[in-house]
């Protein structure tokens, strides 16, 4: 009887799991197809369309491959990286889209068509579009807590929403540029917002989720503070750029020609590079922590014979087990790599959930980690992958 409880709340749990993914793809299906109807009628042809739709998808892959190498030691699961980057693709914009428009047209009437116009950008598009791109982070931090567990999952987490964003409202610039200016406008809207600005809504976004994550590995004020300040930073930021964009840049390339086209890049650095840098720094720092975090909670391990020193330095260095794991995918294929994967994934989890537990921080549970660890060992010693 009580294992066919078991069975059937498993049944339900799995069932109630597969409902949500369907619902929710089918949400996102509709409001992408929503947005992309608007973007080809902006585009006026579907060839159009198209070269607007590569162009500003073309540099996802490395811009994410570029966020991601900041995750070096606790991998995030690829289901909730998707997710934060379809997130700001599909749902920020979309959101966004309809509260600027509203916006915009109460600005135009308060203001005038000029004016209004030219204070939507500056004054209600950091408000809108950073709170829709950072729900994102707030979710997984508030329903993933296990998943999301310092600054540096924050700012992974809130760039990839950001980056998805930065891709779908490309596809709406890119389009308008094809239909007004041709290849030509094309090329220099490219050039300046998915090269030189390409990165730009990943950093304003990467702050609300670097406050994020610095309040889970935090105690006291700093828990409450943070997260606020990450925000507003981030609305800050793209107030700025938008500012510019909005007055300074017009002026700038009325009075100065082509040569006024510098000041973009100008921005660029000193409003997203600078900040950018500043990221990069703040997850080195994190970074030092969760090696400081893997060898102090591996030394139970150590001492108690299942693991030894040696193997815990490999799981230090990301380089080394890239290395190692690129020859095992040579020499003994995928199944062998998969599997010593997952092993290198367990014992990180099991080390930052020791060292939580010393902390005296709820966490994963040990003694699951560690069984997941032994039996996953005990595959890898089988296949000659670990002594």
Known sequence: ???????????????????????????????????????????????RFLMACFAALSVVPFYAGLILLLDRHEKEPGGLLLGALLWGGVVATFFSLIFNSLGGEVFQLVFGPQLGKQLTGPLLAPLTEETSKGLAVL???????????????????GALAGLGFAATENILYFARFLREGGIAALTVGFVLRAVVGGLNHSVYTACTGAGLGYARESQGAARFVAPVAGYFCAMF??????????????????????????????????????????????????????????????QEEVEAGRMLPEHVELLTRPRERSRRLWSVLTAKGPGAWN???????????????????????????????????????ERAAALGLVG
Do not use: C
Request: hydrophobic share 60%.
């Open 1 to 47: 009887m009580a294992a066919g409880t078991a069975r059937s709340g498993f049944g339900t749990d799995t069932f109630l799991k597969a409902a949500g993914l369907v619902a929710g793809g089918l949400v996102l299906f509709v409001l992408a197809l929503l947005q992309m109807l608007l973007f080809y009628q902006s585009a006026g042809g579907l060839g």
């Open 139 to 157: 979710l997984v931090f508030l329903f993933w807590r296990r998943e999301f567990t310092n600054t540096v999952d924050g700012i992974v987490y």
């Open 237 to 298: 930021l793209h107030f700025l750029w938008n500012l510019l964009a909005s007055f300074a840049v017009p002026a700038a390339v009325r009075s100065a020609g082509a040569a006024g086209l510098l000041v973009v890049p100008l921005m660029s650095f000193f409003i997203a590079g600078i900040p950018l840098l500043l990221l990069v720094a703040l997850a080195y720092f994190a970074w030092k922590r969760e090696v400081t975090a893997i060898r102090e909670g591996l």
């Open 339 to 377: 599997l010593l994967r997952q092993l290198y994934d367990a014992e990180v989890d099991l080390a930052f959930a020791l060292w939580r537990q010393r902390r005296g921080e709820a966490g994963r549970d040990v003694q699951v980690l560690r069984e997941r660890v032994q039996a996953l060992r």
